[in-house]
């Protein structure tokens, strides 16, 4: 933040006067949606803890949306679920709306609605450091029951990063996340 091009584009991205000075921008950064509290989940490791707070409105599916109640689906409604990892989720976004699935749901609804006579829900689903794994287990333990029309997956990040780099198996592993939970449930143990 001490270089004024990169204090400039934080400015910009987070849509602060331009000459904003170091302490305002280490500020807006430091209250940015960066990671939702987690709680442990069967078969995932975790998931996003339910949450009213503006930054992370999450649901009581884990998912970054208000809405809690998804059926019965009004025939009326194409509904897309997201899912993915921290991209997905949108790390660093100021809320929801400013998120991958806010913004293909604005786009969506704002190009096709009126021509289609549908309603365009998508819902985000993703949840950072995620991997294809944690994905299809969603999918196949839960998204299929909300009825979904299209599941849009952005993924391949993580998959590397947890195969490359921690040379993990992505289909049997602990994120970090995880890694913390169990070494403070065996130090209480």
Do not use: C
């Amino acid at each position: 933040l001490d270089n004024p091009n990169i204090r400039a584009r934080y400015a910009s991205l987070y849509e602060l006067p331009t000459n904003s000075n170091r302490d305002v921008i280490e500020h807006t950064l430091k209250n940015a949606g960066w990671h939702p509290a987690m709680v442990p989940k069967p078969f995932l490791g975790s998931q996003p803890q339910p949450s009213p707070v503006k930054l992370f409105k999450i649901n009581s599916h884990g998912f970054r949306d208000s809405k809690n109640n998804y059926l019965p689906k009004p025939s009326s409604v194409i509904r897309v679920f997201l899912t993915g990892g921290s991209v997905a989720f949108g790390t660093g976004a100021k809320s929801g709306d400013e998120t991958i699935s806010g913004y293909l749901e604005k786009r969506l609804n704002s190009l096709y609605s009126l021509q289609t006579g549908f309603t365009y829900e998508v819902v985000n689903a993703g949840v950072p450091a995620w991997t294809t794994t944690h994905e299809r287990i969603l999918i196949e333990n839960k998204l299929i029951d909300l009825q979904p029309d299209f599941i849009i997956m952005i993924s391949g990040a993580n998959d590397a990063h947890w195969a490359l780099l921690e040379t993990e198996d992505i289909t049997d592993f602990w994120t970090y996340i995880d890694r913390d939970f169990m070494l403070v449930m065996n130090n209480a143990y």
